[in-house]
């Protein structure tokens, strides 16, 4: 089983979702990820929003799902 196969089980195309991926190259913050998303999920939230690039953000806009992971 993979992602897709869980999407499609719940009636959910896989192109309508963008995944991200967050790995913080700053060793301190990659270590309280996990804390602060299950925690603290709305300074999680604030972290998600700062990472976008322009890119990204066209792709999150044009998106029905975001499946947000810690890497």
């Known amino acids: 089983m993979n992602f897709n196969d869980l ?3 719940k009636d959910i195309n ?3 979702v963008i995944v991200m ?3 913080p190259s700053e060793p301190e913050l990659r270590k309280v ?3 602060l998303a299950a ?3 709305d300074l999680f939230n604030a972290y998600q929003q700062t990472q976008r690039s322009e890119t990204v ?3 999150v806009l044009t ?3 975001v499946a947000s ?3």
């Open 21 to 23: 991926r967050h790995r």
């Open 14 to 16: 896989p192109q309508d």
């Open 39 to 41: 925690e603290r999920p």
């Open 63 to 65: 998106a029905k799902y």
């Open 57 to 59: 953000e066209k792709a």
């Open 69 to 71: 992971f810690i890497g």
């Open 33 to 35: 990820l996990p804390w």
């Open 7 to 9: 999407l499609t089980g």
